[in-house]
């Protein structure tokens, strides 16, 4: 007799792992910021538009991103009045959040390009 | 405001208060995570979302107010924003050249067992601090430093001198580590700037002495007292602890006891304007006293501990 075969259920797809969207944050943000100013919750817009809905960001979780990136001098925050009439902090890239947004690039360049002559020849 | 304006305000608040309570965020930061909040709502409002969905799904994308205050006690310091390397550079450049000018050419006539000498070591300390991003140091700095600017510019407005270098200097480290966006120093830092403002105060309440046949007499013998309660008041709001706040409120009345003793002196000095003399220093008098009553309230509100601890103090 044979022994009935579990068939694996189709996995539904999963969402990015939390260390990747860690990792991948500050490129994100100086990516973002890139194109011009933004705030909090734009960015966390764009992330999500920029990722087809695939990168979820626990949205508390963008601002010690953002003051990070402003003690190491990459980013700097000012403060506008926004659409609504009140107050908002923008922040914009600084000169050396362009010259670390080029050593970011670089490096996910070289993981992706690894990634994609690894899969090819698997 | 309507109704449903009215519950999402509450909202707001009672999220900003856990958050608040876990990390004691600076009120810039707090002002960010709540206009984040009322983007989100009103967002989700907009597409068809009812009000009580709306503000639960709000919180739940935000995080849990715990989660998001541990991130955020990672990279902001208790005392506040930390400044951008350039600044921190920069002022601490200038009170490493004041240092060594201090140490070269004044400290040979003020001695090495002076006061003097013990404010130029810790500047040198603070300095150091500074560069390795200490959240301390720059409340600490400012308060001292922005005393002696304003101690300064009296002396130099009521007495024909030229503009003192020291004054200049002293301005330039001010002007980097102004906070000058509101809310960007931490209730803590706030505290510990006020405390070392009353501190700059009562070294200069304690250069007021008259010449008797028995020597020199101090006017107002009460500022030695808040001289030592200043000091270690700072350094109990640096280590977060309760006892901070005692001596915080005992210099705030030995500088009040100070402050009255001075007002006795009949500053018949022959100053440019022995009025506005008389007024400017009974008015930095009156403001020494005055933050360091409000210094020993939020040293209290923000105390950690009785007794606080060093930890922080390297690891902050």
């Known amino acids: 007799m044979h022994k009935a075969v579990r068939q694996p259920k189709a996995a539904p797809p999963e969402r990015i792992a939390k260390d990747l969207v860690a990792a991948s944050a500050t490129a994100l943000v100086l990516s973002i910021l890139h194109k011009g100013p933004s705030y909090g919750y734009a960015i966390i817009q764009d992330v999500r538009a920029l990722s087809g809905g695939e990168l979820e960001w626990s949205e508390g979780m963008l ?3 953002l003051h990070r990136l402003e003690d190491q001098g990459l980013i700097e925050s000012y403060e506008e009045r926004g659409d609504t009439g009140r107050k908002r902090r923008y922040y914009r890239l600084r000169p050396d959040g362009r010259r670390a947004l080029a050593e970011e690039r670089r490096q996910w360049d070289v993981v992706h390009a690894a990634l994609t002559k690894a899969w090819r020849t698997a | 405001m309507t109704e449903s304006d009215r519950t999402v305000e509450k909202a707001i608040t009672t999220y900003c208060t856990e958050l608040d309570a876990e990390a004691e965020l600076a009120s810039r930061d707090l002002a960010e995570i709540e206009d984040h909040l009322r983007a989100l709502i009103d967002d989700l409002r ?8 709306a503000i639960a799904e709000a919180g739940r994308r935000l995080g849990a107010p715990r989660l998001v205050a541990r991130e955020h006690a990672r990279v902001r ?3 506040g924003a930390r400044i951008a390397p350039w600044r921190a550079r920069s002022a601490a450049a ?9 140490l070269v050419f004044d400290l040979p006539d003020g001695g090495v067992w002076s006061r003097f000498a013990f404010e130029l070591g810790c500047g040198g300390v603070l300095a150091i601090a500074l560069l390795a991003r200490r959240g301390w140091a720059r409340p600490i700095l400012l308060g001292g430093l922005a005393s002696g600017v304003a101690v300064m510019a009296l002396s130099e407005w009521a007495f024909p001198q030229a503009i003192s270098p020291w ?13 000058w966006r509101r809310g960007e120093l931490a209730p803590a830092g706030v505290a510990l700037a006020l405390q070392v403002w009353a501190y700059g105060v009562a070294t200069f309440v304690l250069s007021f002495q ?10 107002a013998p009460a500022a030695q007292i808040a001289l030592v309660a200043a ?3 700072t350094a109990g709001c640096v280590m977060r602890a309760r006892w901070a706040a005692i001596a915080s409120g005992l210099s705030a009345v030995t500088l009040g006891v100070a402050l009255a003793q001075l007002a006795q002196l009949s500053f018949k000095f022959p100053a440019l304007h022995p009025g506005g003399f008389r007024f400017g220093t009974l008015g930095l008098a009156a403001s020494g006293a005055l933050a360091a009553a409000v210094a020993a309230v939020v040293a209290w509100r923000g105390a950690r501990s009785l007794l606080g601890s060093l930890r922080g103090v390297l690891a902050d």
């Open chain 1, 63 to 65: 601002y010690p991103v």
């Open chain 2, 46 to 53: 907009g597409r068809g979302m009812p009000l009580g969905d």
């Open chain 2, 77 to 79: 310091s208790p005392f």
């Open chain 2, 94 to 102: 200038i009170v490493a050249v004041l240092v060594v000018v201090g």
């Open chain 2, 167 to 179: 004054l200049v200097a002293q301005l330039g480290v001010v002007m980097f580590l102004a906070p």
């Open chain 2, 210 to 219: 008259v010449t008797t046949r028995g020597g020199p007499d101090l006017v």
């Open chain 2, 231 to 233: 000091m270690l008041a």
